[in-house]
């Protein structure tokens, strides 16, 4: 999942697929797979959780069984292009991020555009915590312990007007910090968005932490969107702007790679990509010796959104 400016698209995945399979097997032989443990069997391995405490109710309606990934796995097996595309990049690199002030902007079509600090925008509903599947574009998962609250609750603040059919959210821009944004790759900055229903559906979290602390930067400091029934690459990071508009938006992956990459990127084991199967992926942090997981139709959310989708044909809104 490289974009332009970078290497020729036949040489795309199995590069970055075989490096992320180089480290998990250098860390795999390093760590538990060599005492014949699964991965998080031992403290040290797990990571302890660091960083500014965030409380947070747990809301089990909205969390799955699955047990979730170390916070090690979370904090250093990461996208977030800004800070390279090596999955060790964005914690090696987005330290360097600034994150005080923060603000973000919601506007567009709507009744009452608003910036709001980011202290405003943690008190503007409960945070819960809630754990959700992460099913990347690229055929791995995790399972994520989340701190937020539906992005709904913005959302009503800024009262839509009726032209309001698409939500675009836009990752913050910061040159000098971000060598990815420096080095090309996508048209920056990273936009992504969603349908006007898809984000005001409770399961799209505005999300604020992890492990019940603040996010750290290689997650998406200090906020983020999180969608678990689509591609990872749908939730965008380091949100500074939410505009609401009538037009579908074109996303930075949409731009970089159209045929690869479509609007929609529900996860659906019955749609390949191009140049990979989608029915099964790899879950972060069992043991080398651990079967693929078989991909689940909206990564395992459809009873609460395959309505969302009624009648429309997803082979073609991929
Ligand atoms: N701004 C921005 N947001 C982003 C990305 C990115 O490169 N830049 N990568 C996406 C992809 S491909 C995935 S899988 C998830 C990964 O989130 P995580 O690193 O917190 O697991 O973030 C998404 N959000
Ligand atoms: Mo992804």
């Not at 603040?157 to 971000?178: H, I, K, S």
């Not at 949409?254 to 790899?282: C, I, L």
Request: hydrophobic share 40%; net charge neutral.
């Amino acid at each position: 999942m490289r974009g332009r400016n970078d290497i020729r698209p036949s040489e795309i995945t199995p590069e970055a697929v075989w490096q992320s399979r180089r480290q998990w097997l250098r860390q795999a032989a390093a760590g538990s797979l060599a005492l014949g443990l699964p991965w998080g069997a031992r403290a040290e391995e797990a990571g302890d959780p660091q960083g500014p405490a965030l409380a947070g109710t747990r809301n089990p309606e909205f969390s799955v069984e699955d047990p979730p990934n170390s916070w090690r796995d979370i904090t250093t097996y990461n996208n977030f292009y800004e800070f390279g595309t090596g999955k060790a990049d964005p914690s090696e690199n987005a330290d360097g991020m600034r994150l005080e002030p923060w603000q973000v902007r919601i506007d567009g079509a709507v009744r009452r555009p608003l910036t709001l600090d980011l202290d405003d925008l943690l008190r503007l509903a409960p945070i819960e915590e809630r754990v959700y599947r992460l099913r990347c574009v690229e055929a791995w998962s995790m399972v994520v312990p989340w701190m937020g609250y539906s992005l709904s609750h913005l959302l009503k603040r800024v009262e839509p007007t009726g032209d309001a059919r698409y939500v675009v959210f836009t990752t913050d821009l910061q040159p000098e910090a971000m060598p990815g944004v420096r080095a090309g790759i996508l048209d920056w900055p990273y936009t992504e968005g969603l349908r006007m229903d898809e984000a005001m559906h409770p399961l799209a979290l505005l999300t604020f932490g992890v492990y019940g602390r603040r996010l750290p930067p290689q997650n998406g400091a200090p906020l983020r969107v999180v969608v678990p029934w689509k591609y990872g690459f749908k939730s965008a990071k380091s949100l500074v702007h939410i505009r609401l508009q009538a037009e579908e938006p074109v996303s930075s992956w949409m731009r970089a790679a159209p045929r690869e990459y479509g609007f929609y990127a529900n996860v659906n084991p019955a749609v390949p990509h191009p140049r990979w199967s989608q029915a099964t992926e790899r879950r972060i942090g069992t043991s080398l010796f651990a079967p693929l997981v078989p991909t689940q139709p909206f990564n395992g959310y459809g009873e609460q959104v395959a309505g969302l989708y009624q009648g429309m044909d997803l082979r073609r809104n991929f």
